[in-house]
T-cell receptor, first 114, second 110 residues
């Protein structure tokens, strides 16, 4: 099926540093998402993005978070500065259209903040 | 707000036995319901979705019926295989996002 890629697979950084997580969505998809999963806990929605804009964001999407997709390249999640509670696996997803369309997920980036 | 509740795991079964993973949901909207499966080291994969009440979705021997009256969407399989070992998530769509259950880890013994 359609593939979503995420780079890197693991990232370890010191608290307070900036980190950028990269997502290569399915090529003809128009909607993009980030989800966060802390080890052993539920998957939680962070943000979705369409036509260059954030459409919806959850309370987990703090002011230190930002997303963009410049010129149709990677869809990125930037955290600046990072905090200990940002340690989690971050999943990127994309869908062809919004609403009730199925979302296709990448393998995740495991972020460890020390 | 919207929520999804599903069977707590892990669930351990012997190969060839039947599976039921319960899922119930709360929403004031008219959702589309999904079952996803996640294998170790991978992202969730769509198992199937059901957009309409009282319809059934199925894939790879798994099936679930969207029961609007009972607000349920239980996952079933008649005969599980060792390769079905994974984590299964029930989810509903709401405001362009997925609301997830806590996941049910399924362990199949040969």
């Amino acid at each position: 099926g359609p593939k979503v890629l995420q780079i890197p697979s693991h990232q370890i950084i010191d608290m307070g540093q900036m980190v950028t997580l990269n997502c290569d969505p399915v090529s003809n998809h128009l909607y993009f998402y980030w989800y966060k999963q802390i080890l052993g806990q539920q998957m939680e929605f962070l943000v979705n993005f369409y036509n260059g804009k954030v459409m919806e964001k959850s309370k987990l999407f703090k002011d230190q978070f930002s997303v963009e997709r410049p010129d149709g390249s990677y869809f990125t999640l930037k955290i600046q500065p990072t905090a200990l509670e940002d340690s989690a696996v971050y999943f990127c997803a994309s869908s062809l259209w919004g609403g009730y369309a199925e979302q296709f997920f990448g393998p995740g980036t495991r972020l460890t903040v020390l | 707000g919207d929520s999804v509740t599903q069977t707590e795991g892990p669930v351990t079964l012997s190969e060839g036995t039947s599976l039921t993973v319960n899922c119930s949901y709360e929403t004031k909207q008219y959702p589309t319901l999904f079952w996803y499966v996640q294998y170790p080291g991978e992202g969730p994969q769509l198992l199937f979705k059901v957009p309409k009440a009282n319809e059934k979705g199925s894939n790879r021997g798994f099936e679930a019926t969207y029961n609007k009256e009972a607000t349920s969407f239980h996952l079933q399989k008649a005969s599980v295989q060792e390769s079905d070992s994974a984590v299964y998530y029930c989810a509903l769509s709401s405001n362009y996002q997925l609301i997830w259950g806590s996941g049910t880890k399924l362990i199949i013994k040969p």
